[in-house]
């Protein structure tokens, strides 16, 4: 019987390519990926794709408190009376945007002349709603009242200044009415309804993708940091060193991990910055325990004893040459990690620890809205707990599909008859 490597009969493939090509096989840790590229990439645009991008998606309406998902209302939106916002697309993009609009729920309205009437939405099922006179240029423009606003009844037109302008506009009333019916009364749809103070669960959902990402990224890298550094010293000079440090590593990994993050988050205060250290300071343990035993099998290979032999200094050994060697174990553990970063972050912040309202932690919105799930509308608590489940599974999928890709043992060899 023979052996040769299936479609690679007359070709080398570098380590990652290997790595790749197997991996792409695993369909469950490729649809992880999927899911996980998906996120990062809703992350990374954050507010310039959220319908409220509002700072933390917070754009607050208690008379559309726990409307169902699909919910449409109309709304009038009334011109702040301060100069226009002149954030930039990147800064949007990050930490949200004001809005220059503020936007009135309408049950019912009519235009008369150069105003508008409202009757404002209460969402009882006879509306009964308070009645409101809007000025229709103060609903269009940011004014100042400095300078006088002058109508002439009998041209029906209407002259004005605007902040930061010298100069007078004169409108028709038809033009503002038109105006008015095309920019200022809008059709607003919330896919995901509405929060228990009537913010927009989709938003603040995918908002909270951004913080359950962050988290686990600040995390991994604290953990890997410590753990690399501790774990490669111990392995590597062994003796009094490596005794010390398995002291701290089994002193730390008796304690349990969320009891030492409600620990380290209670003195170092309450906020999402505190999470990332917490967490990252107690995930260390598992990374140094893995390097530590890689590098004990590796320190005695032929290539460790020829840098000694060549002078190499001891850290440059341990850098260049032998950590090099123990990255494949560690990028699994990276992604486990990752996964239970996230879901240390959802706990604390459901307890009331993490992330501090009105940051939109998928943690913090289960807690907010679990009462709801005896009263006919689970899914506001729910959806953000799919939303973690889905990623902490999507983490656990590739960190299964890396660790069968990264396995040497694993060999993709097909037999064929001799010939």
């Known amino acids: ?33 999927i899911i996980i590229i998906f996120a990062c990439v809703v992350s990374i645009l954050g507010y310039l794709i959220t319908p409220d991008s509002s700072p933390y998606a917070n754009n607050q309406k208690p008379e559309l408190h726990t409307k169902p998902p699909g919910f449409t209302i109309e709304m009038l939106m009334v011109r ?4 226009p916002d002149n954030t930039g697309w990147f800064e949007k993009m990050l930490f949200g ?45 940011p004014l100042d009242f400095k300078k006088p606003i002058v109508y002439d009844t009998l041209e029906r037109k209407v002259s004005f200044y605007t902040l930061g302008n010298n100069d007078k506009i004169t409108k028709t009333l ?13 059709i607003k749809k919330y896919h995901l309804g509405t929060d228990i103070i009537g913010r927009d669960l989709l938003s603040r959902l995918m908002i909270g993708t951004r913080i359950s990402l962050s988290v686990g990224l600040v995390s991994v890298v604290i953990s890997l940091f410590i753990g690399i550094f501790l774990g490669a010293i111990a392995g590597y000079y062994r003796g009094t060193t490596d005794t010390v440090i398995m002291w701290l590593i089994n002193v730390v990994w008796s304690i349990p991990t969320l009891l030492l993050v409600i620990a380290i988050t209670l003195v170092l205060g309450k906020g999402i910055v505190q999470v990332f250290i917490a967490v990252g300071l107690t995930m260390w343990v598992e990374v140094a325990r893995v390097v530590r035993g890689q590098i004990l099998s590796i320190r005695e290979k032929e ?3 020829a840098g000694r032999a060549l002078g190499f200094r001891n850290m440059r ?7 090099s060697n123990v990255m494949g174990p560690v990028v699994v553990m990276a992604a486990s990690n990752f996964a239970a970063a996230i879901l240390t972050e959802a706990g604390l912040s459901f307890l009331g620890i993490g992330a501090q309202p009105p940051v939109p932690s998928w943690g913090e919105m289960s807690n907010a809205h679990y009462g709801y799930i005896l009263l006919g509308k ?7 707990g799919i939303a973690t489940a889905v990623l902490v599974l999507s983490f656990m999928l590739v960190g299964n599909g890396l660790r069968d890709a990264l396995d040497t043992r694993s060999l993709d060899e097909t037999p064929i008859a001799a010939s």
């Open 80 to 83: 702040k009376n301060q100069e």
């Open 97 to 141: 945007k004001q809005e220059e609009h503020t936007s009135v729920p309408i049950f019912d309205y009519d235009i008369m002349e150069n105003f508008i009437l409202v009757e404002e939405y209460t969402g009882n099922k006879v509306n009964n709603g308070t009645k409101i006179r809007y000025e229709m240029v103060d609903v269009l423009y």
């Open 303 to 305: 290539f460790v004893d």
């Open 1 to 33: 019987m023979l052996f040769k490597k299936k479609n690679r009969e007359f070709q080398s493939e570098s380590l990652t390519a290997e790595t790749w090509r197997r991996f792409r096989k695993q369909k469950l840790s490729m649809l992880g990926l």
């Open 174 to 186: 038809e033009e503002l009415r038109n105006e008015l019916e095309k920019n200022n009364l809008v």
């Open 378 to 384: 689970a899914y506001l608590a729910i959806v953000p």
């Open 317 to 323: 050994i341990i850098s260049r040459h032998v950590l």
